[in-house]
């Protein structure tokens, strides 16, 4: 730019008087320096030509217009006189070399094709042969090193190197040197007097300092989106105990090096220490509450929904709690676009007392228009509309709107996007006419196949099953698996609206038979079920089941009779072995129908039936066999069970189940032995084997039946805590703890003898299957000498 001013200085002083009265022609136009740079480029900038007249101040202007083309590094304009009264333009330039070529080299941590992604994005276009600007390295410079910030590199260095590589062009190579990952060491304040540094710091949720329990993460490296989210956490906290003119300040974020004589970053071992400002101001009291605004509602039934105190503590979060009610009654009658914003007024003569003024805007009154479905190509439309809870025409309700956008995702066979509504609205009419879109999710299953379990050992498999038949919602299963240990057969199948109301049927028959070394159980039976739905997630219940059992129990101690076989013992081989005894001494037989029906009433709110990550389900139930019903046994069942899934984080969910039943003969009937109670295994304790959990005194003894077969309890109780954390797709490691145990009639309920374990456990969830793939790794806590201390088990299902 000096030269630039120079020129042109020059130029006006060199511009004879005459000149300036306007009379000469310029005769020739010379160009000096330029390789690329021709006559036809400097005429057209500086916007004169060979016989034009010379026009000083057009020439200035344009000056600066050829100067700011970036073609030039510098840049002069002179006159020289001709003998004839005319001028010559003698016009000196130096041109900017041209870039042919972008590199980047030493970037490991971050692919090539990543940084050319980012600066895209950031409007930046690596573009060949154009002149080289310093401003623009400098903008790819501070773009690169902006990405390494982001994922956590702050002591990264970007030097941008220019090789000649031939006339007037020139490579320029980024050369960066990554160093490592710069972990925040400590989190300071200043100016704080209210809350401690370490009360600040738990307020922060994104930015956390390295410790050694929080050794890794994202939390510990810098970010400033995240800072972003954690000052207004920090403000928050300040506005929850009255302090509404708290300012939180910019951060200082200072690289502190271990080595800093070190030759790279990395060996530097930079960490970070942020030093954030507070202002914290005065500390005031709500003395009034005043609501502006509403017509749709008396003042009076608005204040009830703030559950605050005047003359307390101002608290942020508790007004806006009120403020989240007032805006979800009015959503709930249709106005949509109904809004709440509190305003602070300091009390006229007081110096830390609050008038809180709540401004509500209520907008028009909306309804339902067309409701319709986008992306459903095998499930009716009639399928999904009949989850709503809302019909066209009605006004636009949006608690029960979103309620029903929850039940339809529910369903499992039609999950809706991550934006899955569209609104088109009808001003004229106040219509709000409603798109739903998702997208169809395989939940029909046809499998041939083998496969391996804890419980079936080694299977053949041959299942049809799907929860959307024909499009219809209905529920359709047929399978038949072969195994070592286990076959089953069935049919089932469920209309969950018969006629379509909201009542569902359902029923099955089935034939099943599994051999562990304990028992052998065949069954066959039918069952049919009707019901009805209560509230959105209830459902009551009627079912009736018939089954036909024959069971056998390994006896574990000397039988009375003939004294064989010797206890404890294996499972044995049954006859024509030579010398056998006979099988009945091996085994106890049990057999016998068993009639019953069973009320139940259910709630189940969970996102998912197979993969839940927040809702809750519980049920009630009681099953009565025998007495007019016939059958061989008569006993009452009562069962109940809550589970319950929280969300912490995107990533971390915390889940818990309990359930317990017991059941109670009459009419001297007795409990048969294969329906009494017995745990372990996947779903109820995990680190026991498959229906290892007995009734057991405390010296750790069984409680035999006469002819001494292992009994199992008449109650039961079972606890599961689970600590999930998704790892990215389908992908879930958790972590888990339960408690449970089965009690024999003559114990009661002696929680003294609950049996505990604690483990790990990997589950997948693929398309292909109905539930999740389960690899589970559990302990034992407290064994009996004749117990595993540790158990592995694969299968497909759910805990709970």
């Known amino acids: 730019m000096q030269s630039m001013r120079w020129a042109l200085a020059l130029l006006l002083v060199l511009l004879p008087s005459g000149l300036l009265a306007g009379g000469p022609v310029i005769k020739e136009i010379r160009v000096e320096g330029g390789a690329t740079v021709t006559d036809e480029t400097?005429?057209?900038?500086?916007?004169?030509?060979?016989?034009?007249?010379?026009?000083?101040?057009?020439?200035?202007?344009?000056?600066?217009?050829?100067?700011?083309?970036?073609?030039?590094?510098?840049?002069?304009?002179?006159?020289?006189?001709?003998?004839?009264?005319?001028?010559r333009l003698v016009v000196t330039v130096k041109e900017r070399a041209k870039v042919t070529e972008y590199e980047f080299k030493g970037n490991k941590k971050i692919a090539t094709s990543t940084l050319k992604e980012k600066l895209d994005t950031a409007g930046i276009s690596l573009r060949r042969n154009v002149p080289l600007r310093q401003s623009e390295?400098?903008?790819?410079?501070?773009?690169?090193?902006?990405?390494?910030?982001?994922?956590?590199?702050?002591?990264?260095?970007?030097?941008?190197?220019q090789e000649n590589v031939g006339p007037n062009q020139?490579?320029?190579?980024?050369?960066?040197?990554?160093?490592?990952?710069?972990?925040?060491?400590?989190?300071?304040?200043?100016?704080?007097?209210?809350?401690?540094?370490?009360?600040?710091?738990?307020?922060?949720?994104?930015?956390?300092?390295?410790?050694?329990?929080?050794?890794?993460?994202?939390?510990?490296?810098?970010?400033?989106?995240?800072?972003?989210?954690?000052?207004?956490?920090?403000?928050?906290?300040?506005?929850?105990?009255?302090?509404?003119?708290?300012?939180?300040?910019?951060?200082?974020?200072?690289?502190?090096?271990?080595?800093?004589?070190?030759?790279?970053?990395?060996?530097?071992?930079?960490?970070?220490?942020?030093?954030?400002?507070?202002?914290?101001?005065?500390?005031?009291?709500?003395?009034?509450?005043?609501?502006?605004?509403?017509?749709?509602?008396?003042?009076?039934?608005?204040?009830?929904?703030?559950e605050v105190k005047l003359g307390s503590i101002y608290n942020y979060s508790q007004v806006e709690a009120g403020n989240e009610a007032v805006r979800t009654l009015y959503q709930s009658k249709g106005y949509i676009y109904a809004y709440t914003s509190q305003i602070l007024r300091t009390r006229e003569g007081s110096e830390d007392e609050l008038d809180v003024v709540i401004q509500v805007f209520e907008g028009d009154r909306w309804r339902l228009g067309r409701l319709e479905f986008s992306?459903?190509?095998?499930?009716?439309?009639?399928?999904?509309?009949?989850?709503?809870?809302?019909?066209?025409?009605?006004?636009?309700?949006?608690?029960?709107?979103?309620?029903?956008?929850?039940?339809?995702?529910?369903?499992?066979?039609?999950?809706?996007?991550?934006?899955?509504?569209?609104?088109?609205?009808?001003?004229?009419?106040?219509?709000?006419?409603?798109?739903?879109?998702?997208?169809?999710?395989?939940?029909?299953?046809?499998?041939?196949g083998a496969g391996y379990s804890e419980l079936d050992r080694f299977f053949l498999q041959f299942m049809f099953n799907t929860?959307?038949?024909?499009?219809?919602?209905?529920?359709?299963?047929?399978?038949?698996?072969?195994?070592?240990?286990?076959?089953?057969?069935?049919?089932?199948?469920s209309e969950p609206y018969f006629l379509d109301k909201r009542m569902f049927i359902g029923g099955s028959i089935y034939k099943t038979s599994y051999d562990l070394l304990t028992q052998n159980r065949d069954a066959k039976g039918l069952s049919a079920v009707w019901g009805v739905s209560v509230g959105d997630f209830g459902t009551f219940s009627l079912s009736y089941g018939f089954e036909d059992v024959f069971a056998k129990f390994a006896v574990v101690r000397t039988v009375p009779a003939g004294g064989e076989p010797r206890a404890p013992h294996r499972r044995p081989l049954p006859p024509p072995y030579p010398g056998m005894?006979?099988?009945?001494?091996?085994?106890?037989?049990?057999?016998?129908?068993?009639?019953?029906?069973?009320?139940?009433?259910?709630?189940?709110?969970?996102?998912?039936?197979?993969?839940?990550?927040?809702?809750?389900?519980?049920?009630?139930?009681?099953?009565?066999?025998?007495?007019?019903?016939?059958?061989?046994?008569?006993?009452?069942?009562?069962?109940?069970?809550?589970?319950?899934?929280?969300?912490?984080?995107?990533?971390?969910?915390?889940?818990?189940?309990?359930e317990a039943g017991w059941i109670r003969p009459f009419n001297g009937s007795q409990i048969p032995l294969y329906d009494r109670y017995f745990l372990g295994g996947e779903r109820s304790l995990r680190g026991f084997s498959y229906y290892s959990v007995v009734p057991r005194k405390d010296n750790g003894d069984f409680f035999l039946t006469p002819n001494g077969s292992r009994m199992g309890g008449d109650r039961y109780?079972?606890?599961?805590?689970?600590?999930?954390?998704?790892?990215?797709?389908?992908?879930?490691?958790?972590?888990?703890?339960?408690?449970?145990?089965?009690?024999?009639?003559?114990?009661?309920?002696?929680?003294?003898?609950?049996?505990?374990?604690?483990?790990?456990?990997l589950r997948i969830t693929l398309p292909i299957f109905q539930a999740p793939l389960r690899f589970i790794y559990g302990v034992n806590l407290k064994p009996f000498p004749d117990e595993k201390r540790s158990d592995f088990q694969f299968s497909i299902g759910t805990t709970f």
């Open 581 to 658: 005894p006979a099988p009945n001494l091996y085994f106890e037989e049990a057999s016998g129908v068993t009639s019953a029906i069973t009320p139940a009433f259910g709630y189940d709110s969970r996102d998912d039936p197979f993969d839940p990550n927040q809702g809750l389900s519980y049920f009630a139930r009681i099953r009565t066999a025998g007495g007019v019903l016939g059958g061989d046994f008569n006993y009452v069942r009562p069962e109940v069970g809550f589970s319950i899934f929280h969300p912490l984080t995107r990533r971390y969910i915390l889940a818990a189940n309990v």
């Open 375 to 448: 992306g459903n190509t095998k499930t009716q439309d009639k399928v999904l509309r009949r989850e709503f809870r809302l019909f066209e025409g009605d006004f636009m309700n949006m608690t029960a709107f979103k309620r029903s956008l929850f039940k339809v995702n529910q369903l499992g066979y039609f999950k809706l996007t991550e934006d899955p509504v569209s609104f088109d609205f009808d001003q004229e009419n106040r219509l709000v006419n409603v798109t739903i879109k998702g997208q169809e999710v395989g939940r029909t299953d046809i499998q041939f």
């Open 42 to 87: 400097v005429e057209y900038y500086l916007g004169v030509g060979v016989g034009d007249s010379l026009d000083e101040a057009a020439i200035a202007k344009n000056f600066h217009r050829f100067w700011e083309s970036g073609l030039l590094e510098d840049l002069k304009v002179e006159v020289e006189d001709l003998p004839d009264g005319n001028v």
């Open 170 to 306: 020139v490579k320029v190579t980024f050369v960066i040197d990554e160093g490592a990952k710069v972990r925040i060491s400590e989190i300071r304040f200043e100016g704080n007097q209210v809350f401690s540094d370490a009360r600040l710091r738990r307020a922060m949720k994104k930015i956390k300092e390295r410790s050694f329990l929080r050794p890794w993460g994202k939390k510990i490296i810098w970010n400033q989106e995240n800072w972003g989210e954690d000052s207004e956490n920090l403000k928050k906290l300040y506005l929850n105990h009255g302090y509404k003119d708290v300012v939180i300040g910019e951060p200082r974020v200072e690289l502190v090096a271990k080595n800093p004589d070190a030759p790279t970053q990395a060996k530097k071992k930079f960490t970070t220490v942020v030093t954030i400002p507070v202002q914290e101001g005065r500390q005031y009291r709500m003395a009034s509450l005043k609501i502006e605004g509403a017509t749709v509602f008396e003042e009076e039934k608005l204040r009830k929904l703030y």
């Open 717 to 761: 109780l079972q606890l599961n805590l689970e600590y999930q954390i998704k790892l990215g797709g389908p992908l879930k490691f958790i972590l888990f703890a339960d408690v449970g145990n089965t009690w024999h009639e003559q114990q009661g309920w002696q929680l003294g003898l609950l049996r505990y374990s604690a483990g790990a456990e």
């Open 137 to 161: 390295i400098n903008r790819i410079r501070r773009t690169i090193l902006d990405e390494y910030a982001k994922e956590g590199y702050l002591s990264a260095s970007v030097e941008p190197v």
């Open 467 to 493: 929860r959307n038949f024909m499009g219809r919602g209905e529920t359709l299963g047929v399978a038949v698996q072969s195994g070592t240990r286990a076959d089953t057969y069935s049919l089932s199948f």
